[in-house]
């Protein structure tokens, strides 16, 4: 049989056409589990054993170095498999293991060890290594080839010391975390100091320049970079030098890249340079034995606020391709075959993401049986949302034992919404965070319990430490040092020396003024522990010691993120206050204390995993939780009024639904709490875009069958009423019975497509999709 036949025996046809594919620009339009990795692995295997390609002269980009690992052991693997038949006449798993690791070694030194896979970071990281001392910066500064790498850390660091040590600026005005965060969005768009100016010509804009600049120079004087410039250099490098280009445009004769819709400008700019040599006409351009190789897929586009840039994928035909229609192109694939989830799932998702109109056509294509019903809860509130995800847990691993609890997914819009779900859990499901931190362990949670508890407790010396200097107040590590030396000798508390003005005077040198001030700040809030309500106590702290105004300044995502957790605060000690007897700021203390303490336990069993929807992104889970479908938390209110917002909001929702394998729950409450305030609420639109067979509102199933079931064979829903088709215009008078009457202000979308804008008396304008809250025109 011919080695290639055999080889691509195990692809399905669009796999195996995407992987022979040999000279040229190709485009693989990968959709959620539809192979994509085998599709990359086998075409690296398949130019080095059929087209005598050397690894050498591959150039695999990955977006994870988790991804980068697993795309090595799987390419190993498809050698010494090869190797273990020819010399052994077997399946390598069934050698003993001393001949798999022989056998595995000898792969690793003639193949993977040469292969250039990794992060756009790791490997143009490498490519600096050699080539940085020829690169020409505009103001002259310069680097050698050992430079050093800085962390975010780090870089947070230097431009602190550069806005409070050598410009003398006011950091309150012009926060540090705040001009990094400038510094790394224009690199990232590819600007210089001087570009920044032109972009911002106002104050604020002269001096992220100035920064900028001098940023850069500190960098050089320390012979580092940070991570935008592992990709920011090489790129102005290759322009500027078309020797070292014309290099690196060699050694790379065969590029792939993984997560395409994922790309910024810069990076793109630097793949378009090594597949073309900078040629700007792609009728020039030479594909003699060289490719470029694309994966992505623009219905799974969600990293906007990352820079990620998913035109970039939609252009690849325009830029590289021939810019046939789809169904005549040879320089596009689509992997349409999902092997991962059941076949009711896919028709949702499919039906979903058809309301974007910025995406390549393509539709999910089933090859396993239908399916439990996805399953659509509407609760009275978040707790009793939380309840319900609770009890469906538990009677499912109960009628299933085979599920452990590792096989289930809860997900969610935004960090916030982990706490009502942590606290329906903690007593008896084991679970854990994904990507990012249980609620009580954020640093800002931290921080405000901090505050909170030297109220009840001045001794509490580890909480004084780590909010005196927080926000920063200008109290440096040698005077604590000092105030803690004279606690430590008169063996007394720490607070007793800092709560006295004359003590603080005598010790604190210049920074006494900023002691004082934090001591009389805690006293005043110590003063009103027994009048005022906790959340009220914690709003006011965050308001006076300017907590929640330095987040404000920094205006980034994090800090927004931040924000929106504090508010989340604010809901638990009101949830508190109406559940417990004991509704004192001690108890709830003690309640949050316990909180921390319980999620310590389990530790090494399967747990749920709770995590937000962005995070959720390349995994998988057997049953999947979609929790909060409401207008404003999902869609996210900032992305009403923005078309392209919404789009991306409607990704991830696709996103969410594609991580099902069996079975998926929807969620959503009537009224929520969050952040800080108690609403009603109404359904996602996104519930409305879903098809009326496919999700059923009656009485949850309990089993997550694993069997085939024909539709045929599915149990009828319960489908809630709608109202009779009616011509909605703007200025109609309506009736809705939650917000009461309103006013029509816009008519968005057509049939089935259509959402109202309503103005609501004192309760502004809300979006509302009349198919799933039905209106009684006035």
Same mark, same amino acid.
């Given at each position: 049989?011919?080695?290639?036949?055999?080889?691509?025996?195990?692809?399905?046809?669009?796999?195996?056409?995407?992987?022979?594919?040999?000279?040229?620009?190709?485009?693989?339009?990968?959709?959620?589990?539809?192979?994509?990795?085998?599709?990359?692995?086998?075409?690296?295997?398949?130019?080095?054993?059929?087209?005598?390609?050397?690894?050498?002269?591959?150039?695999?980009?990955?977006?994870?170095?988790?991804?980068?690992?697993?795309?090595?052991?799987?390419?190993?693997?498809?050698?010494?498999?090869?190797?273990?038949?020819?010399?052994?006449?077997?399946?390598?798993?069934?050698?003993?293991?001393?001949?798999?690791?022989?056998?595995?070694?000898?792969?690793?030194?003639?193949?993977?060890?040469?292969?250039?896979?990794?992060?756009?970071?790791?490997?143009?990281?490498?490519?600096?290594?050699?080539?940085?001392?020829?690169?020409?910066?505009?103001?002259?500064?310069?680097?050698?080839?050992?430079?050093?790498?800085?962390?975010?850390?780090?870089?947070?660091?230097?431009?602190?010391?550069?806005?409070?040590?050598?410009?003398?600026?006011?950091?309150?005005?012009?926060?540090?975390?705040?001009?990094?965060?400038?510094?790394?969005?224009?690199?990232?768009?590819?600007?210089?100091?001087?570009?920044?100016?032109?972009?911002?010509?106002?104050?604020?804009?002269?001096?992220?320049?100035?920064?900028?600049?001098?940023?850069?120079?500190?960098?050089?004087?320390?012979?580092?970079?940070?991570?935008?410039?592992?990709?920011?250099?090489?790129?102005?490098?290759?322009?500027?030098?078309?020797?070292?280009?014309?290099?690196?445009?060699?050694?790379?004769?065969?590029?792939?890249?993984?997560?395409?819709?994922?790309?910024?400008?810069?990076?793109?700019?630097?793949?378009?340079?090594?597949?073309?040599?900078?040629?700007?006409?792609?009728?020039?351009?030479?594909?003699?034995?060289?490719?470029?190789?694309?994966?992505?897929?623009?219905?799974?586009?969600?990293?906007?606020?990352?820079?990620?840039?998913?035109?970039?994928?939609?252009?690849?035909?325009?830029?590289?391709?021939?810019?046939?229609?789809?169904?005549?192109?040879?320089?596009?694939?689509?992997?349409?075959?999902?092997?991962?989830?059941?076949?009711?799932?896919?028709?949702? +998702?499919? #039906?979903? =993401? !058809?309301?974007?109109?910025?995406?390549?056509?393509?539709? &999910?294509?089933? *090859? $396993?049986?239908?399916? /439990?019903?996805?399953?659509?809860?509407? +609760?009275? #509130?978040? =707790? !009793?949302?939380?309840?319900?995800?609770?009890?469906?847990? &538990?009677?499912? *691993? $109960?009628?299933?034992? /085979?599920?452990?609890?590792?096989?289930? +997914?809860?997900?969610?819009?935004?960090?916030?919404?982990?706490?009502?779900?942590?606290?329906?859990?903690?007593?008896?499901?084991?679970?854990?965070?994904?990507?990012?931190?249980?609620?009580?362990?954020?640093?800002?949670?931290?921080?405000?319990?901090?505050?909170?508890?030297?109220?009840?407790?001045?001794?509490?010396?580890?909480?004084?430490?780590?909010?005196?200097?927080?926000?920063?107040?200008?109290?440096?590590?040698?005077?604590?040092?000092?105030?803690?030396?004279?606690?430590?000798?008169?063996?007394?508390?720490?607070?007793?020396?800092?709560?006295?003005?004359?003590?603080?005077?005598?010790?604190?040198?210049?920074?006494?003024?900023?002691?004082?001030?934090?001591?009389?700040?805690?006293?005043?809030?110590?003063?009103?522990?027994?009048?005022?309500?906790?959340?009220?106590?914690?709003?006011?702290?965050?308001?006076?010691?300017?907590?929640?105004?330095?987040?404000?300044?920094?205006?980034?995502?994090?800090?927004?993120?931040?924000?929106?957790?504090?508010?989340?605060?604010?809901?638990?000690?009101?949830?508190?206050?109406?559940?417990?007897?004991?509704?004192?700021?001690?108890?709830?203390?003690?309640?949050?204390?316990?909180?921390?303490?319980?999620?310590?336990?389990?530790?090494?069993?399967?747990?749920?995993?709770?995590?937000?929807?962005?995070?959720?992104?390349?995994?998988?889970?057997?049953?999947?939780?979609?929790?909060?479908?409401?207008?404003?938390?999902?869609?996210?209110?900032?992305?009403?009024?923005?078309?392209?917002?919404?789009?991306?909001?409607?990704?991830?929702?696709?996103?969410?639904?594609?991580?099902?394998?069996?079975?998926?729950?929807?969620?959503?409450?009537?009224?929520?709490?969050?952040?800080?305030?108690?609403?009603?609420?109404?359904?996602?639109?996104?519930?409305?875009?879903?098809?009326?067979?496919?999700?059923?509102?009656?009485?949850?199933?309990?089993?997550?069958?694993?069997?085939?079931?024909?539709?045929?064979?599915?149990?009828?829903?319960?489908?809630?009423?709608?109202?009779?088709?009616?011509?909605?215009?703007?200025?109609?008078?309506?009736?809705?019975?939650?917000?009461?009457?309103?006013?029509?202000?816009?008519?968005?979308?057509?049939?089935?497509?259509?959402?109202?804008?309503?103005?609501?008396?004192?309760?502004?304008?809300?979006?509302?999709?009349?198919?799933?809250?039905?209106?009684?025109?006035?």
């Amino acid at each position: 049989m011919p080695v290639e036949t055999d080889f691509l025996a195990s692809l399905n046809a669009s796999q195996r056409q995407a992987v022979q594919h040999f000279c040229g620009p190709l485009l693989v339009v990968a959709g959620a589990g539809s192979g994509k990795t085998r599709a990359l692995t086998y075409r690296i295997a398949h130019l080095i054993l059929n087209h005598r390609v050397n690894p050498e002269n591959i150039l695999a980009v990955t977006f994870t170095n988790k991804a980068a690992k697993e795309m090595k052991e799987r390419i190993e693997l498809i050698f010494a498999q090869r190797l273990a038949q020819e010399r052994e006449g077997q399946r390598l798993e069934l050698l003993p293991e001393h001949q798999q690791v022989k056998l595995r070694s000898r792969v690793y030194k003639d193949i993977t060890k040469h292969l250039w896979i990794g992060t756009f970071h790791s490997l143009f990281a490498r490519i600096l290594r050699d080539d940085i001392n020829k690169y020409q910066d505009p103001k002259g500064c310069q680097w050698t080839k050992n430079f050093t790498i800085y962390d975010e850390s780090d870089a947070q660091s230097l431009v602190k010391n550069i806005v409070t040590k050598q410009l003398n600026l006011d950091d309150k005005k012009f926060n540090p975390r705040y001009l990094r965060y400038g510094i790394s969005n224009a690199k990232n768009q590819g600007l210089y100091p001087e570009d920044v100016l032109i972009q911002q010509p106002n104050y604020k804009g002269r001096v992220l320049s100035e920064v900028y600049q001098e940023y850069q120079s500190q960098l050089a004087a320390n012979n580092a970079l940070d991570f935008d410039d592992l990709i920011l250099i090489p790129s102005r490098l290759f322009s500027q030098n078309e020797s070292v280009l014309g290099y690196w445009h060699q050694q790379f004769q065969h590029i792939l890249v993984d997560e395409y819709q994922d790309t910024n400008r810069i990076q793109y700019q630097l793949i378009n340079l090594l597949a073309t040599n900078g040629e700007p006409n792609k009728q020039q351009i030479n594909w003699e034995n060289r490719s470029i190789f694309v994966v992505g897929d623009a219905d799974q586009s969600i990293y906007s606020f990352r820079m990620a840039d998913f035109t970039i994928l939609l252009e690849f035909q325009e830029d590289f391709g021939d810019g046939l229609p789809d169904d005549d192109t040879r320089t596009m694939v689509k992997l349409e075959e999902n092997y991962r989830s059941r076949e009711n799932i896919l028709e949702a +998702a499919n #039906n979903l =993401i !058809e309301n974007n109109s910025e995406r390549i056509d393509k539709i &999910l294509k089933p *090859t $396993r049986g239908y399916g /439990e019903q996805i399953y659509c809860y509407k +609760a009275e #509130n978040e =707790i !009793e949302e939380a309840r319900f995800i609770r009890n469906q847990l &538990l009677n499912l *691993t $109960r009628e299933n034992p /085979e599920l452990g609890w590792g096989s289930f +997914a809860i997900l969610y819009r935004t960090n916030a919404q982990s706490r009502v779900l942590e606290e329906a859990l903690r007593a008896d499901i084991p679970y854990h965070i994904v990507g990012g931190l249980k609620f009580y362990d954020r640093k800002e949670i931290k921080d405000a319990l901090a505050y909170l508890r030297l109220l009840t407790n001045p001794n509490d010396t580890v909480s004084l430490l780590r909010i005196i200097n927080t926000p920063r107040r200008g109290i440096g590590q040698k005077t604590l040092d000092q105030l803690i030396s004279a606690s430590q000798e008169l063996n007394v508390p720490l607070w007793e020396i800092i709560s006295d003005e004359t003590s603080v005077n005598t010790l604190a040198g210049r920074a006494a003024k900023n002691v004082n001030e934090f001591a009389q700040l805690i006293q005043s809030y110590q003063a009103n522990v027994e009048q005022l309500p906790a959340a009220e106590l914690l709003d006011g702290l965050l308001d006076a010691s300017k907590y929640r105004q330095d987040l404000q300044n920094q205006g980034t995502e994090e800090a927004e993120n931040r924000l929106e957790n504090l508010k989340e605060l604010d809901s638990a000690m009101m949830q508190f206050a109406e559940e417990n007897e004991d509704s004192s700021l001690e108890g709830f203390l003690a309640n949050a204390s316990l909180a921390s303490d319980l999620d310590n336990l389990n530790e090494g069993e399967e747990k749920v995993s709770l995590m937000t929807l962005h995070s959720a992104k390349g995994l998988e889970f057997p049953v999947v939780f979609l929790v909060g479908l409401e207008q404003g938390l999902f869609p996210n209110r900032r992305t009403l009024d923005d078309p392209a917002a919404l789009e991306e909001e409607r990704r991830l929702c696709y996103v969410g639904i594609t991580r099902a394998q069996e079975q998926l729950f929807l969620s959503y409450a009537q009224e929520r709490r969050l952040w800080g305030y108690r609403e009603p609420a109404i359904p996602s639109q996104f519930l409305g875009e879903l098809p009326d067979e496919l999700v059923s509102h009656s009485s949850p199933p309990i089993k997550a069958r694993r069997q085939q079931q024909p539709k045929a064979q599915q149990g009828k829903q319960t489908k809630q009423p709608k109202p009779a088709s009616h011509a909605w215009q703007v200025g109609d008078r309506v009736f809705h019975e939650t917000f009461g009457e309103g006013e029509i202000t816009h008519v968005l979308g057509s049939g089935k497509k259509t959402n109202l804008a309503i103005q609501f008396s004192g309760l502004g304008r809300k979006i509302i999709d009349p198919k799933i809250a039905p209106l009684q025109p006035l």
